[in-house]
């Protein structure tokens, strides 16, 4: 990238910057880059995440740059940059819009998110019960395990869900 | 007493030991377990692509659970505790959204009044039922058995909204451990991330993250670890041998719920608490049991 594209693509994505401003519950602002988020950040020593980055360049409006890049995904979601962050700031919360903008955008949201949203809406549920097996190899289900039945929501459920989830990020 | 439980979706799906032990257990400490209809996931991998959606999603779920009338929803799994938790927060303290949320949960024919106190496996048996009355239940004391705990991220943190325990040095599990009679080691991992959070991203990157922690917990030569969460379970549990490949060494710790300790102590049977579907070596642990107290 070089710094022409960094200046252009900045100037177009007010917007974008503006839309996570509003929803975020902080001020982008009150991080001072004391690095404390990244210090302790469960994936900063395996995928390289650096929260403290993330925030900055929202900051500096390169929020596309952030989407496209799928550095978001990289987050565990353990929220310990949101515990220790001196001055209130939510790094994960940041991350979590910015994913919301990414599924709206159909842009780079992981497969697997993608299958659970299918099923939450078919049946409520991430996962159908599944066959499990035990150490010596026997087969066990719900069922056979002695458990109750599951009952699932009614219909007017996923009608509520596909209204909510066909509508703007946040 | 009576007590609204809701499972959420890794444990009535796939982690039944968790639901046995748990069902096994507590009517032994004079809780009745309330099961709830049509209830769904609570919201948490929701978050991640629409976050109203999942405040919908954990709000309904509260709402149905209200209906039961009792006071507190039991909520076994972290991830779920933290859904539930931060959507109520969320209702609590923003009024359009109570607003808008109210038109969705009337189309379902629900309403919500925000009464319940919502809790964790670990804070209702410490806080609630407390020590001295899950002491009493013991008929095995676990003496001699080692064990290390991990209480999980989102019991935790954001501890501004959730209360369950001290977010940087929790020591309820620990000391519901020691109630069995087990002794249990402090550790400088204990606060690590069980990787779960990136399954649906980076797979390979999530169980190498809850295998080092195991490394470390099968370096001080422990008889076992001790959880309480569908999510982190399975992670040291079912892929212990999938993040031993990923990190290149050998693992062979077991991995025991919260709930399946207590039942042995209580001196239940051991298929009744569902440890024949742990995948990790728990025979180990049950041996050294055993051997301490025939």
Same mark, same amino acid.
């Given at each position: 990238m070089t710094l022409r594209d960094l200046t252009s693509e900045a100037a177009s994505e007010g917007e974008l910057r503006e839309r996570i401003v509003r929803e975020?519950? @902080?001020?982008?602002?009150?991080? @001072? &880059?004391?690095l404390r988020c990244t210090s302790g $950040?469960?994936? #900063?020593?395996?995928?390289?995440? &650096?929260p403290h980055f993330v925030m900055n360049m929202v900051k500096l409006g390169l929020v596309e740059e952030l989407i496209s890049s799928?550095?978001?995904?990289? $987050?565990?979601?353990?929220?310990k940059c949101e515990e220790r962050c001196p001055q209130e700031v939510s790094p994960s919360e940041l991350i979590t819009l910015l994913r919301n903008l990414s599924f709206q955008r159909e842009?780079?949201?992981?497969e697997a998110y993608l299958k659970v949203v299918s099923s939450v809406l078919e #049946?409520?549920?991430?996962?159908?019960p599944m066959e499990v097996v035990s150490r010596e190899f026997e087969e066990f289900t719900r069922e056979s395990l002695g458990l109750p039945r599951i009952v699932g929501p009614r219909e007017a459920f996923s009608e509520n869900l596909i209204e909510l989830m066909t509508r703007g990020a946040g | 007493m009576e007590v609204a439980v809701y499972w959420g979706c890794m444990i009535p799906t796939v982690e039944y030991a968790y639901e046995l032990s748990l069902r096994a257990t507590f009517p032994r400490l004079g809780v009745e377990l309330i099961d709830l209809e049509g209830v769904s996931c609570c919201g948490s991998p929701i978050k991640s692509v629409n976050r109203l959606a999942a405040d919908y999603l954990a709000l309904r779920n509260i709402a149905l659970a209200e209906?039961? /009338?009792?006071e507190h929803l039991l909520v076994p799994c972290n991830g779920c505790y933290l859904s539930l938790s931060e959507a109520l927060h969320h209702w609590r303290t923003d009024e359009e959204l109570q607003g808008e949320m109210e038109k969705f949960l009337d189309k379902e024919g629900l309403t919500l009044e925000g009464r319940m106190k919502i809790v964790h496996t670990i804070n209702f048996l410490h806080?609630?039922? /407390?020590l001295e009355a899950v002491e009493k239940a *013991?008929?095995?004391?676990?003496?001699g058995l080692r064990l290390v705990s991990h209480s999980g991220c989102h019991i935790l943190r954001p501890s501004k909204i959730l209360d *369950?325990?001290?977010?940087e040095r929790p020591r309820k599990l620990d000391d519901l451990i020691r109630t069995l009679g087990a002794e249990v080691l402090e550790y400088?991992?204990?606060?690590?991330?069980? /990787?779960?959070?990136?399954?649906?991203? %980076?797979p390979e990157t999530a169980v190498s993250l809850s295998a080092t922690k195991l490394r470390a917990i099968q370096g001080l030569g422990v008889d076992g670890l001790v959880d309480s969460c569908p999510a982190c379970h399975m992670m040291f549990d079912a892929r212990q041998e999938t993040g031993a490949r990923a990190i290149g060494c050998k693992l062979s710790l077991p991995v025991v719920y919260y709930t399946q300790l207590l039942g042995l102590a209580m001196g239940l049977d051991e298929r009744s608490l569902g440890l %024949?579907?742990?995948?990790?070596?728990v025979e180990k642990l049950l041996e050294r049991a055993q051997k301490t107290f025939p």
């Open positions: 975020l519950g @902080f001020e982008l602002q009150s991080c @001072f &880059r004391c $950040c469960t994936s #900063m020593k395996l995928l390289e995440l &650096r799928g550095i978001v995904w990289t $987050c565990a979601l353990c929220l842009e780079n949201v992981p #049946m409520g549920l991430i996962q159908e | 209906e039961t /009338g009792t806080d609630i039922i /407390g *013991v008929k095995k004391p676990l003496t *369950v325990d001290d977010p400088p991992e204990s606060l690590d991330c069980c /990787g779960a959070g990136l399954l649906l991203s %980076h %024949h579907l742990n995948q990790s070596p």
